[in-house]
């Protein structure tokens, strides 16, 4: 069976991006250069979908473009990514843990000073009423 070729905007709207997404991720090396038909317009098959559905999935998951083109460039028959891939998974995870505590830190002291404020405008306006 000989699937359907795919237009970039096509392709954008199966993978939930802009075509300007598209472009850029060819231009940097996320995505290989398309065909291209007799009147210049791009043409992707379905390797290309499933390598936007890899990068916006990764991108999900904390991955930098970096990080993500070089995963990319580690698939491929002969090629070990596990080692490579699961180190980055882990300093993401990692940078996120803490990302995490800083903002729990940063919603306590929040709360805080929010209780703090809601207290103080009370009393104002009882001493306003008593006056």
């Known amino acids: 069976m000989n699937e359907k070729p795919l237009l970039i905007g096509r392709l954008a709207k199966l993978s939930g991006v802009r075509p300007d997404t598209i472009r850029f991720y060819e231009r940097n090396g996320l995505l290989p250069k398309p065909s291209r038909t007799a009147s ?19 991108q999900s998951l904390g991955f930098s473009l970096d990080e993500i083109k070089r995963i ?13 891939v699961v180190s980055m998974a ?21 709360a805080r000073h929010l209780g703090r404020w ?14």
């Open 118 to 131: 809601k207290r103080n405008s009370r009393s104002r306006q009882i001493r306003r009423r008593v006056a």
């Open 40 to 58: 210049g317009y791009r043409v992707y098959d379905a390797a290309a979908l499933n390598q936007m559905r890899f990068i916006r999935k990764a």
């Open 90 to 110: 882990e300093a993401t995870l990692s940078e996120t843990e803490t990302k995490l505590k800083e903002m729990q830190r940063f919603r306590e002291a929040l």
């Open 72 to 84: 990319m460039s580690l698939r491929g028959p002969g090629k070990e990514t596990c080692r490579c």
